[in-house]
């Protein structure tokens, strides 16, 4: 509470030391800013009243009609949990699969664990689990089977088309479902279950759930992404409104069955890749889950939200530092999130729906109206005054602050005094991250993999590459430079 006080204070000392005149003088760069934030702030809006709406009355409804449908149907569909496992802490794995062997003994149609590994240790650790798990649930009549597949440490996306191979041997029903959980998430007890029922619908090609954390690692990283995983329960539940989500969280997401057994489906997630007119083909070594998500896209499936199921995520912090750690890690989410978003805005917003193309296309526009804004009192600070640095910091406290009130009041708790604080940096830091990687889109590479798309000695062709990409991403800032300093009024 002190720190919230000496927050708020400080927040108005700022803005009460500001001289008159000064104000004034630098009308043209605030009215900039204010008309930029005033886009901003109605676009929030727009997805926090209908993040309320979908959680207070849309969802409830379709929860209530899936369910009757489901269990008008009286049948008892079969889950194939999906897991990826590859250089993760055993203490990390132990509590993984003892979630996952849980949910699958509590599975009413049964369950069958595919497990994708490199080490033989996690095999051994795998079945020790499942033995423990078996243990605590003597004389059950849950039909839950184990297979293996065990493979060479070539990616990720090589894992999943393994298993899903594996699956489809399986002969799985029409409305069965494959669980896909990466190797550091915790499954609810009852996901299949309570997501079962919403695949009575044959449009529903996916869902997704909520998230929480379980970081290990500084205090920053730890709130950072409690952040996050807020935030995105908000987007999620506006977004799911339209049915159409714009991710398939690879931590853990839910499909049907004979969607993503389908061949097509499979080399996707094995080999996708785009042609871009100055890199040329674009092979994708992660993003897996954005690739998931364009086919069922592309198809004009169903993606929903679950808000009321919660996969816990272990995120264990990549390096000692915290803005180390974070660059790295939105490096990776937003390049695959560029890579992708191109191709998605080449479908018609009629067959994706007019909210989810715009939702689409402004991710790219934020990068530069965030952007805008900094640039613009920067430039006003260095030819104007540089009294409009206080004004400017007092009121991305004021509003980071509210902004955060309001996002926490949907989890229904309060916050610590890092998150405004936080909150800018992910806005203003992630926009600068996005700018340089939507002109480097060839640069990709995993946290605990060592594929990447550098590291190695590159030709000619590719340096060139690399230098007109470092000019074309000049060129862009130039621009943006230019244009604030005259909608500004400053040149």
């Not at 339209?242 to 499909?255: A, C, N």
């Not at 590291?455 to 230098?467: I, T």
């Amino acid at each position: 509470m002190l720190a919230h006080v000496i927050y708020l204070l400080s927040m108005t000392i700022l803005a009460l030391s500001v001289p008159h005149p000064t104000v004034n003088a630098v009308s043209g760069t605030l009215i900039t800013v204010g008309l930029i934030g005033a886009w901003r702030y109605a676009w929030a809006g727009i997805n926090l009243a209908r993040a309320a709406y979908f959680l207070n009355f849309a969802y409830p409804r379709r929860r209530r009609l899936a369910a009757e449908a489901y269990t008008a149907r009286g049948l008892k569909d079969h889950a194939y949990f999906l897991v990826t496992t590859y250089k993760i802490a055993p203490e990390i794995s132990t509590r993984v699969y003892r979630s996952i062997f849980e949910a699958a003994y509590n599975a009413a149609g049964g369950a069958t664990i595919v497990a994708s590994i490199v080490d033989e240790a996690d095999a051994r650790l795998i079945r020790r689990v499942m033995e423990s798990v078996a243990a605590r649930h003597p004389g059950s009549n849950a039909m839950v089977g184990l297979k293996i597949d065990k493979i060479a440490g070539t990616g990720k996306r090589d894992a999943l088309a393994t298993s899903l191979r594996s699956i489809a041997k399986l002969n799985p029903g029409r409305n069965d479902i494959v669980v896909f959980v990466d190797g550091d998430s915790c499954v609810p007890i009852d996901v299949v279950d309570r997501s079962l029922p919403f695949f009575t619908d044959p449009s529903v090609g996916a869902v997704t759930t909520d998230e929480l954390s379980d970081t290990q690692g500084g205090r920053l990283f730890r709130d950072w992404f409690d952040l996050r995983f807020s935030q995105r329960h908000v987007m999620m539940s506006s977004m799911s409104l339209s049915e159409r989500v714009l991710t398939l969280t690879g931590r853990m997401s839910i499909f049907r069955a004979s969607l993503a057994t389908d061949p097509g489906f499979v080399e996707l997630v094995r080999h996708d890749f785009i042609d871009h007119w100055r890199l040329g083909r674009v092979n994708f070594l992660t993003g897996d889950d954005k690739s998931t998500w364009f086919w069922l896209l592309q198809r004009g499936y169903k993606m929903l939200y679950l808000p009321d199921l919660c996969t816990l995520s272990i995120e264990t912090q990549p390096y000692p530092s915290f803005f180390g750690s974070a660059i790295v890690l939105m490096t990776r989410w937003f390049g695959n999130m560029l890579r992708t978003n191109g191709r998605a805005l080449a479908l018609p917003a009629s067959q994706i729906g007019y909210f989810t193309w715009w939702s689409v296309f402004d991710q790219a526009l934020s990068i530069w109206t965030t952007l805008a804004g900094p640039a613009s009192i920067l430039l006003a600070a260095a030819f104007v005054s540089p009294w409009i640095l206080p004004i400017y910091f007092a009121w991305v406290m004021f509003t980071r602050y509210s902004f955060c009130t309001i996002i926490m009041a949907f989890r229904g708790r309060s916050f610590p005094v890092t998150f405004p604080f936080l909150l800018y940096f992910s806005q203003v830091g992630g926009a600068v991250v996005k700018s340089f990687i939507l002109f480097r889109l060839d640069r990709q590479k995993w946290t605990r993999q060592t594929t990447s798309g550098a590291g190695k000695p590159v030709p000619v062709g590719q340096r060139w590459r690399a230098l007109s990409s470092t000019y074309m991403h000049c060129l862009a800032l130039g621009w943006l430079i230019l244009g604030v300093a005259y909608v500004g009024n400053i040149i």
